[in-house]
């Protein structure tokens, strides 16, 4: 039921409501009861498939099929739109071309077009400047800012954010909590879903909970999860002597935009090694993991993996794993078990040893009991796991993941790293991390390699 309030200033009612998707026997949203009022910033964290995303669906009217009961009321007071979303997986929800068109699709389609309205909500996030560049040229945190630029240009009472912070490095995140408390401040009420609460200490009212779909109450400020921004100082290891797994040797390339992305760099790592490429959103790590995986092709330089001159995908089928940053790209078939063992059946593998490979690799990624689902069907943190099974299950020499740990809680965050460990410790692979966040375990990584200016430095 959506409808009107007679209560002083709320933004969002939600009475012992609860949710169970078409199929599904357990419900996702169980008797869940959320108050929120105008200019009220509200952060929900709590671990990996708790019913996050599944809670705001709901309060955005995007579940139309399953069961619903309880109370939903939401409250205009005069802002052009009830309730905006920002989804965790931004491209999900990027329509057009440009980053102009983009901004203005939503104001157009209420009646609210207006140029400096687009500006606006642009200066907002960061983005002036962008308006003529093609959406497909922005890094990830690009993108994000770019969606919450799109839905704030709609002016929406209720503000729903779905585990912003993940594709943000630590400029990016203080860019955005400047960008809500300004909205925080115009009387925008605010929800957001996030498994690291730290960045939101300084603009939320209140922190809550969840787990197994039910909402247990509020967390105190200290009793957030270990923040990723504080550290110990690192030991790195200098580079080992032995057989290269990756070589890069003066590389150069360029955008689409004329700006050169790399400029002279030059990469070196052993077999086993276990590395970790950190750089700020836009400085180009996925784009060299790109190159690496023969997915790019260069301006100059060369590239050459475990022995492979020239690299491409074809030729480094069961060497050379690749995790997408979004899951979602790489994901296609009906079942989780059929996703894992697509490559398997590739390359050949008998029938017998490829289903002992898909249960193994399903089993240390802890999503077994997924085998039967559709992947498109599981939430952000569950389809990444899935696609870190299907990368791992042909035992590659080398490993890249390209920010693995979007959508994961600190545990899983943890998990992904003993499983990495344990593929070095069996099979001796080889594993490339790029992340925009260091690691949650300082000593994990044998170096750490910064990507910046074009260039690739040990950090």
């Not at 203080?174 to 609460?197: P, S, V, W």
């Amino acid at each position: 039921m959506i409808g009107a309030l007679n209560v002083m200033n709320p933004a969002l009612q939600m009475i012992n409501f609860s949710y169970t998707y078409p199929d599904t026997p357990v419900p996702s949203l169980y008797d869940a009861s959320l108050n929120i009022n105008e200019g009220e910033c509200v952060c929900v964290t709590g671990p990996s498939g708790c019913g996050k995303t599944t809670l705001l669906m709901a309060i955005q009217g995007l579940l139309k099929a399953g069961n619903a009961s309880g109370t939903m009321c939401l409250r205009k007071n005069g802002w052009n739109l009830d309730v905006g979303m920002v989804f965790q997986n931004a491209e999900s929800q990027i329509l057009c071309t440009t980053v102009e068109d983009e901004v203005a699709f939503g104001p157009d389609n209420l009646g609210l077009l207006s140029k400096e309205g687009v500006q606006d909500s642009l200066c907002n996030v960061g983005l002036t400047g962008f308006e003529k560049r093609n959406v497909e040229q922005l890094s990830a945190g690009e993108k994000h800012r770019l969606t919450i630029a799109s839905v704030i240009s709609m002016e929406p009472g209720l503000l729903l954010l779905d585990e912003p912070t993940s594709q943000l490095d630590t400029d990016g995140k203080q860019k955005l909590m400047e960008i809500l408390k300004r909205l925080k401040e115009r009387g925008h009420a605010l929800l957001i879903t996030d498994h690291n609460l730290d960045p939101f200490r300084s603009i939320a009212d209140r922190f809550v909970f969840m787990k197994s779909g039910h909402i247990l109450g509020e967390l105190f400020h200290d009793m957030n999860t270990l923040s990723l921004s504080k550290r110990v100082n690192q030991k790195i290891a200098p580079e080992v002597d032995g057989p290269l797994a990756i070589e890069v040797e003066n590389l150069y390339l360029s955008g689409t935009n004329g700006t050169n992305v790399f400029r002279g760099a030059n990469m070196r790592i052993h077999r086993g090694e276990l590395v970790h490429l950190f750089g700020q959103n836009g400085a180009g790590k996925s784009t060299l993991m790109k190159c690496i995986a023969g997915l790019m092709t260069l301006d100059s330089g060369s590239i050459q993996v475990v022995g492979i001159d020239t690299p491409r995908p074809d030729r480094l089928l069961g060497k050379v794993g690749f995790l997408f940053q979004n899951p979602q790209r790489q994901i296609f078939e009906d079942t989780v078990y059929e996703e894992v063992a697509f490559s398997l059946k590739r390359m050949g593998i008998l029938k017998e040893e490829t289903h002992r490979r898909v249960v193994e690799t399903l089993t240390l990624c802890d999503v077994i009991d997924l085998s039967g689902r559709p992947p498109l069907t599981l939430s952000f943190g569950e389809q990444h796991r899935v696609a870190l099974a299907s990368v791992i299950a042909p035992r590659p020499e080398v490993l890249l993941l390209d920010e693995p740990f979007a959508g994961l809680d600190l545990a899983q965050r943890h998990r992904i790293l003993h499983i990495l460990s344990e593929l070095k410790q069996r099979y001796g692979t080889t594993v490339l991390i790029a992340s925009h966040d260091l690691l949650p375990e300082p000593h994990w990584a044998d170096r750490v390699l910064n990507l910046q200016g074009g260039r690739v430095e040990t950090f």
